[in-house]
């Protein structure tokens, strides 16, 4: 069965190798997150520090490793780099199987962060590097898709295992083995060169001025949206309903993120020039309605509304920044622009306290109503410049009519 590229066609084995590298960049972080209530328990010695480092230090690490292997990727081999990077995650998996001590499972897991960080600008470059034109923002969908179904399912998975052993959650960081494996065929069909009329050959250089504008942008939705992740708990116990609801809602959020790439081609080609502005306008009333109502019906619409205008958006700003560069440079430009992802990670929770002092407001629903407000606010810039912006808008010289 051969896969049409917009270069030309691949084999299925091919798509599948892309594919898996995409179904593993969301697993760290997963194991750990159903035994950080037992660490104390496992390890009586273990400080509240090292917890804390174990948590922090391999999502800190992949910030850098995310830009260096962007940086290593210009006029060097893609396929290794990726396959060392794939090796030094499926090598802290294993060893975190055996792990016997804090400062053990510390040590690996920031081997872990190292691996990831080199593998996730490699999984979108991959779709750039293989698709052009409206076969790679379909793939870029598909790719995005796949990435949170694949956090959904990795999610209950470790869950589950948490309860027979603590050990075995880390099982799910071994799945990079998969990946590593099929990374042979595509050193077997190397990438075909861009066509002459790919917007990327208009470009010597990356456009910084439009990177830094995707990368702000990245930022703030990410950012808006995480505080159904971080906050949501919070949110639930407020409202008085039970505890297990809140895990129902995170993933319902991630859910809806991953079905509007099965179809983000339709959605471009129905949405055009409006597409970030509705899907801002989805993350808003989605928010708006987490933060005002306490039945859980729409708890859960609240969330799927904000994970479907985040899904709409993310996948398309991975192929604007592919757009911005030559095809040497165009998994760097994805690399800082994924970084904005990690970095929304790390300082949400200090970016919400922070508005929590200034504003003098300290209920759980206020970073839900707060980050509505701010997102409808640029929502409103949206709507006002979206036909003259590359960021808020569709750029018609890559976008078709």
């Known amino acids: 069965m051969d896969i049409k590229t917009g270069k030309g066609t691949i084999s299925l084995v091919v798509l599948l190798a892309i594919w898996s590298v995409s179904a593993v960049t969301s697993l760290p972080g997963l194991a750990v997150s159903p035994i950080l209530g037992d660490l104390n328990r496992i390890f009586p010695r273990a400080t509240d520090l090292e917890i804390q480092m174990l948590t922090s230090l391999p999502s800190l690490l992949i910030i850098p490793f995310v830009l260096l292997a962007g940086r290593l990727s210009v006029g060097r081999n893609k396929l290794r780099i990726l396959t060392v990077g794939l090796a030094l995650f499926f090598v802290s998996g294993v060893g975190c199987l055996f792990a016997n001590s804090m400062g053990w499972l510390i040590a690996v897991s920031c081997l872990l962060g190292v691996g990831a960080g080199m593998v996730i600008p490699m999984s979108t470059g991959l779709v750039v590097d293989y698709f052009t034109g409206d076969w790679r923002v379909r793939q870029l969908g598909y790719s995005s898709s796949i990435n949170n179904l694949s956090l959904v399912l990795a999610t209950v998975v470790t869950g589950y295992l948490a309860n027979v052993d603590w050990h075995l959650p880390f099982l799910v960081y071994t799945l990079p083995g998969i990946a590593l494996a099929l990374v042979v065929f595509l050193k077997r069909s190397p990438a075909a060169p861009e066509p002459p009329q790919s917007a990327q050959l208009q470009h010597k250089e990356i456009d910084r001025r439009k990177l830094v504008g995707l ?108 757009t911005i560069a030559p095809p040497r440079s165009a998994t760097l430009a994805l690399s800082f622009l994924m970084a904005m992802n990690y970095l929304a990670v790390m300082v949400c929770p200090f970016l919400v306290d922070g508005f929590r002092w200034i504003c003098g407001m300290h209920g759980d629903r206020f970073p839900f109503l707060f980050n509505a407000l701010l997102t409808l606010l640029v929502a409103l810039w949206a709507w006002g410049v979206r036909g003259r912006s590359f960021v808020f808008g569709l750029d018609r010289s890559y976008y078709k009519e």
């Open 215 to 322: 990368m702000l942008f990245y930022f703030f939705i990410t950012y808006a949206v995480l505080v159904i992740t971080f906050y949501m708990s919070f949110l639930v116990d407020d409202y008085h309903l039970h505890s297990s609801e809140s895990g129902v809602l995170i993933a319902l959020f991630f859910l809806a993120i991953m079905l509007p790439g099965l179809v983000l081609d339709r959605i471009i080609n129905r949405l055009r020039a409006n597409l970030n502005l509705i899907s801002l306008l989805f993350v808003g009333a989605g928010l708006l309605c987490c933060g005002m109502f306490r039945h859980g019906v729409l708890l859960a619409v609240g969330c799927i509304l904000a994970g479907l205008g985040y899904g709409i958006m993310q996948p398309v700003l991975y192929d604007k920044a592919a």
